[in-house]
C-alpha cells in the first residue's frame, strides 16, 4: 500500500519567516494529495489539496508543489503567524485509500 | 457547515469492559473512514466503509475491535474487551466520493483506558 513519510518532525520558525514541509509518497499511482492542519485537541482540518495533473496550486499564504517524478509535495507557509502553530499533515489518495504522514509540529515564535 | 457528529468526544473506561463509539457521516457522504490517532502513531486508518459496506478493515485487531456501519447515518466502532493500549483519539471521516475528494473529521472520541 501507499506508503508517506514527512519531514522535519518539528520545524520552528521566526513569526513572518516561511516554513516548508516536504513529503514523499511511494506509489505512482497516487494523484490525490490533501494537507491537513490540525490545532491541539481538535480535528485534522483541510487547508489545500492538489491533484496530480497540477504541478502547483496556491491559496493566499499556502502553497503546494508536486513533483510526481520524484514522487514528493511540498506545504509552503509564507509570512507565518501565530496561528499557523499546529501539527500538519500531508496525505496521498492511491489503491482506495488516503494515506498520512506522521505529521509535522510547526511552531511560530512571535 | 455540514459536520461529521461523533458520540462520546470523551469516554473513560476500565480494562475489560465494552467500549462502542458512534459516528454520523455528513448526509450524502457515501465513504466512511475510522482512523486512530496516538502521539507515537501517527493517524491510523482502522477501517472503512463504501455504501455502507466494509472495504478494509486490515488496520484493526480483529480479535477485540468490530465496526459496522448499520445505516447511511451510523458508523459505530468497538472494543471489547478493551486495554490500557487502546487509549487514543479515534477520528471517524466521511467523504461524498472517495475518489480525488476531501476528507471531513468529526471531532473525534478520546478513550482512556485504565
Known amino acids: 500500500g501507499e506508503n508517506v513519510e514527512q519531514h522535519p518532525s518539528t520545524l520552528s520558525v521566526q513569526e513572518g519567516d516561511s516554513a516548508v514541509i516536504k513529503c514523499t509518497y511511494s506509489?505512482?499511482?497516487?494523484?490525490?494529495f490533501p494537507w491537513y492542519k490540525q490545532e491541539l485537541g481538535k480535528r485534522p482540518q483541510l487547508i489545500i489539496d492538489?491533484?496530480?495533473?497540477?504541478g502547483e496550486k496556491k491559496d493566499q499564504r499556502i502553497a503546494v508543489t508536486l513533483n510526481k517524478t520524484a514522487k514528493h509535495f511540498s506545504l509552503h507557509i509564507t509570512e507565518t503567524q501565530p496561528e499557523d502553530s499546529a501539527v500538519y499533515f500531508c496525505?496521498?489518495?492511491?489503491?482506495?485509500?488516503?494515506?498520512f504522514g506522521k505529521g509535522n509540529q510547526v511552531v511560530v515564535i512571535p | 457547515d455540514a459536520r461529521v457528529t461523533q458520540t462520546p468526544r470523551h469516554k473513560v473506561t476500565e480494562m475489560g469492559q465494552e467500549v462502542t463509539m458512534r459516528c454520523q457521516p455528513i448526509?450524502?457522504?457515501?465513504?466512511v473512514f475510522w482512523y486512530r490517532q496516538t502521539m507515537m502513531q501517527g493517524l491510523e486508518l482502522l477501517a472503512y466503509?463504501?455504501?455502507?459496506?466494509?472495504?478494509?478493515d486490515s488496520g484493526m485487531p480483529k480479535d477485540r475491535f468490530s465496526a459496522e456501519m448499520p445505516d447511511a447515518t451510523l458508523a459505530t466502532l468497538k472494543i471489547q474487551p478493551s486495554e490500557p493500549r487502546d487509549s487514543a483519539v479515534y477520528f471517524c471521516?466521511?467523504?461524498?466520493?472517495?475518489?480525488?475528494?476531501?476528507?471531513?473529521f468529526g471531532n473525534g472520541t478520546r478513550l482512556t483506558v485504565t
Open positions: 496525505a496521498a489518495y492511491g489503491n482506495n485509500r488516503l494515506a
Open positions: 471521516a466521511s467523504v461524498r466520493d472517495s475518489q480525488n475528494s476531501p476528507l471531513h
Open positions: 506509489d505512482s499511482a497516487s494523484n490525490y
Open positions: 466503509f463504501r455504501n455502507r459496506a466494509p472495504l478494509d
Open positions: 492538489i491533484r496530480s495533473n497540477v
Open positions: 448526509l450524502g457522504h457515501n465513504t
